[in-house]
């Protein structure tokens, strides 16, 4: 399970979105998507039955947060879109993820999308930690008792910093997913960022998917920043990669 490259789509029309996976249409195998409420929120469900039926596999990131009951109709309601990820906050206690984790497990097609727990945000620090919302423990402590809250309630992995994958396969299990944003090329713009790594660092700090938007949606090539991310990312063999993204060079 895992080791894939997520595109995150984030755009603030379905129309620039589609655009941008129209340069993906001759790629045998359609990059891994992740969609925000961004797009979400503009376009409503139909944006990410159109995207499935392109062939991508889609991460909704919508980040649930509700009491237990409301968060499991939601629930219901992505696993009969088709989405083969999902997140909500871990903030929410262990009751609601395991409400969380029961509407998604109900009856419906195909398999069950893997349930992923916010634990914090990185726009968090520290003070806002203690000062804003009352918790006054180290914000990686929080972290990591928030992730095996997200165990405990059955879920199936994080979103987290690459530099925190590897303690978090430690202390919760490596068959606990890390799914991982703030991944930049060596030399290229850091952005907004602030602690990133390479595909090829993530993956060496057990990084079991990663997220990556602006390298490759605003890169001069998109499709080969994609391939680039690819081939450092995910464990294909140059002449596998051929096969699997067509043998082109664009
Ligand atoms: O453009 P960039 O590669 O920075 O995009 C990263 C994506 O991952 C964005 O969609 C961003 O909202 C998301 N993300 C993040 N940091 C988190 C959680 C999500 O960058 N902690």
């Not at 992730?147 to 994080?158: F, H, R, S």
């Not at 910093?161 to 890390?178: C, M, N, Q, Y």
């Not at 713009?189 to 090829?200: A, F, L, N, Y």
Request: with cysteine; charged share 35%.
């Amino acid at each position: 399970m895992g080791k894939d490259v997520m595109v995150a789509l984030d755009f603030p029309s379905g129309e620039e979105a589609l655009r941008f996976l129209d340069l993906f249409q001759k790629e045998e195998r359609k990059p891994y998507v992740k969609v925000g409420m961004e797009l979400f929120y503009s376009e409503g469900p139909e944006i990410v039955r159109k995207i499935k039926k392109r062939g991508h596999s889609i991460f909704l990131d919508l980040k649930l947060h509700d009491i237990p009951n409301t968060v499991k109709g939601g629930m219901r309601s992505l696993r009969d879109l088709g989405v083969d990820m999902t997140n909500l906050h871990a903030s929410g206690g262990i009751e609601m993820m395991r409400e969380g984790m029961e509407g998604l497990s109900g009856e419906g097609q195909g398999e069950r999308p893997l349930l992923i727990a916010v634990t914090q945000l990185t726009s968090t620090d520290q003070r806002t930690l203690e000062e804003e919302l009352l918790i006054r423990e180290e914000m990686k402590k929080v972290v990591l008792h928030y992730g095996e809250n997200a165990k405990k309630a059955g879920l199936d992995g994080v979103v987290c910093s690459p530099w925190e994958a590897k303690e978090i396969h430690e202390k919760l299990g490596k068959d606990f997913l890390t799914i991982t944003p703030g991944v930049r090329f060596k030399g290229g713009s850091v952005g907004d960022q602030k602690r990133v790594m390479s595909p090829e660092e993530a993956k060496e700090a057990g990084s079991d998917y990663i997220v990556m938007g602006r390298p490759i949606t605003k890169a001069e090539n998109p499709v080969e920043a994609y391939r680039e991310a690819v081939r450092q990312f995910c464990d294909y063999s140059e002449k596998k990669l051929g096969n699997r993204i067509g043998g082109k060079d664009e």
